[in-house]
């Protein structure tokens, strides 16, 4: 039988929430809140309830609720999560402590400041860099289903940055231009119809690129959409080294 | 952002989670794989000297070397292992319309592995 409202006297739960109010406080704290919780609801759910039904002054984001948007990744008990696709269930009746994402600057309560994200990732030019521009009339571009494979993994990004927040690289230098933009690079550079390698090679390649990378991993494994940007990046390291090499062994070639 | 709440890292950060224990520890037995590195070439540097390479052996065949030479397996044994593992993702190769399996990049790494093991364990036992 579907769960009603009426299961909402059942079971609670207990959320610890990460409150920082700017206007009033220099130091963050924790609020617990308890409230009642129906199997099915995910913790964006609890967080909307709490917002609703109990204090109207804390702040997150949200926007799709079905893991499209890349808007309600929160730290839930320590692991980057979006709470669009985290069940309550999976932690009770264990309290569930909700942070706002690791390593980026907190705003307000849940919500963080993404600026620096927003501002690197056009760095990498995430877009189609045509080696030969080609008129409209020419038609489009064709690509195989091979081709398409070769990169389709690393296109499913949304943005969400939880890779951020799981990188302890980005979490201990902040000039890193972290996975999840590094991982959209070289799904361009692995584009049959891209031709911006080369362009990309300044930025990707710097000192803050795919160097800074040490493979930690944890950036694939926390990410909703199985981007794998770590695989990315070590695949990038490999093929602007061989790009390297060649360039020493072969001058002007 | 003078509004903003900035955490930093705790120097223990590492200690947070598996994940980030595994990679501290894959890192740190590079360390041992290195050292091992130097001594085997000392140990061969000393090879033209027959006194002083029976001695060194003797040093060695103790408690102390054989618990030394357990620690220096069991890192390298890790290392060996977790960076093999990882090879596959770095290299992604396709044949034809189809992508190599992963397994059998790792599989390949092992038995290059495997191989230059025996063909040393050769040499040395021999």
Known sequence: ?253 | MDRHYVRKLPAMWWLRKRTYLVFMLRELTSVFVVAYALFLMVVIWRADDPGSFSGLFDALDSPVGLVLHAIVLAALLFHSITWINLTPKVLVLWRDDEQVDPRLIAGANYLGWAVASAVLAWLVLK
């Open chain 1, 1 to 253: 039988m579907a769960p009603t409202d009426s299961d909402l006297s059942g079971r609670p739960v207990v959320m610890d929430v990460f409150r920082f109010l700017p206007d009033e406080e220099t130091e963050p704290r924790f609020q617990r809140y308890e409230i009642p919780y129906r199997d099915d609801d995910v913790v964006l759910d609890a967080l909307n309830h709490i917002k609703a039904e109990v204090d109207a002054t804390l702040s997150f984001r949200w926007a799709c609720r079905m893991g499209v948007c890349g808007s309600c990744g929160m730290m839930v008990n320590g692991e980057p999560r979006l709470t669009c696709e985290t069940f309550v269930n999976e932690f009770h009746p264990e309290p569930i402590r909700i942070e706002p994402l690791a390593h980026f600057p907190v705003a307000r309560d849940l919500v963080i400041n993404m600026e620096d994200f927003m501002d690197k990732l056009p760095t990498v030019k995430p877009w189609l860099v045509p080696a030969d521009p080609k008129p409209i009339e020419e038609g489009e571009f064709l690509q195989s289903p091979a081709q398409l494979a070769a990169y389709k993994r690393f296109s499913m990004c949304i943005n969400c940055m939880l890779c951020y927040s799981a990188c302890p690289v980005y979490g201990l230098d902040e000039t890193f231009i972290g996975p999840a933009a590094l991982a959209l690079a070289q799904r361009y550079n692995l584009d049959s119809r891209d031709g911006g390698k080369a362009e990309r090679a300044n930025v990707v390649t710097s000192h803050e690129g795919i160097w800074e990378c040490t493979y930690v991993g944890d950036c694939t494994r926390v990410c909703p959409k199985e981007v794998d940007p770590a695989g990315a990046i070590q695949m990038a390291k490999l093929s602007y080294a061989t790009d390297w090499v060649k360039s020493m062994l072969l001058p002007g070639g």
